[in-house]
């Protein structure tokens, strides 16, 4: 089975900007976490998706939203970027919840 | 909420045995763990649920102690493939949100 996939890997942006990535999770899976991850704070939760509808969601503002396809792939956007959204964004897909499998990360600067 | 690990770092010699911690402040319903080395993205290790049942892939140990809302994983006999972030994740039973904590390096050397 192909792992999970996050695209782009690499991305830079201006502060005020917009951005979109990208999260195929592994064939069955049907449950898509977000994280952000900083030196400072660790791994932190931003929204889960399960059959196109988010089921979870944590403590960041409204600029950062999300959305889950019928196939299950799921995009992440931030919008009027800052830089303290500089960042490793991981998202993890499920089948049942428990286990979860990490994608490789895009990874944000905000210049 | 985010769970408390400890140590935040740790320094082993193979074959060395070494304890990391994770505690909340609430109530939990599962206590996951995950480890990610440099440059990769975290790997699961272990599930550790509310009445005592475990999932794991790996040849580790791991309690959870429910009543403490405590969780120690425990590296026995560390190789240099344990070297890694050690992250806990705790499962609220109201919402089932998992917060993770701040993550536990350990450095395993020769």
């Known amino acids: 089975k192909a792992g999970v996939t996050q695209t782009p890997r690499y991305l830079i942006k201006t502060r005020g900007q917009q951005v979109t990535l990208s999260c195929s999770p592994i064939?069955?899976?049907?449950?898509v976490s977000w994280y952000q991850q900083t030196p400072g704070q660790g791994l932190q939760f931003l929204f889960e998706y399960f059959s196109e509808t988010q089921r979870n969601k944590g403590n960041f503002p409204g600029r950062f939203s999300g959305r889950q396809f019928s196939n299950s792939r799921s995009e992440m956007n931030v919008s009027t970027l800052e830089l303290g959204d500089s960042a490793l964004y991981l998202c993890?897909?499920?089948?049942?919840?428990?286990?979860?499998?990490f994608g490789p990360g895009t990874r944000l600067t905000v210049t | 909420q985010q769970p408390v690990q400890s140590p935040q770092a740790v320094i082993l010699r193979e074959g060395e045995d070494a304890v990391i911690n994770c505690s909340s402040s609430k109530a939990l319903y599962s206590v996951h763990w995950y480890r990610q080395k440099h440059g990769e993205a975290p790997v699961f290790l272990m599930i550790?649920?509310?009445?005592?049942e475990q999932k794991g892939h790996e040849k580790i140990s791991a309690s959870f102690n429910e009543k403490k809302q405590q969780s120690s994983l425990y590296l026995t006999a560390s190789q240099l493939s344990y070297s890694g972030t050690y992250f806990c994740?705790?499962?609220?039973?109201?919402?089932?949100?998992?917060?993770f904590g701040a993550g536990t390096t350990v450095t395993v050397r020769a």
């Open positions: 993890a897909s499920s089948s049942e919840g428990y286990e979860q499998y």
């Open positions: 994740g705790t499962e609220n039973p109201n919402d089932y949100k998992l917060s």
């Open positions: 550790l649920l509310k009445g005592g």
């Open positions: 064939s069955g899976h049907r449950s």
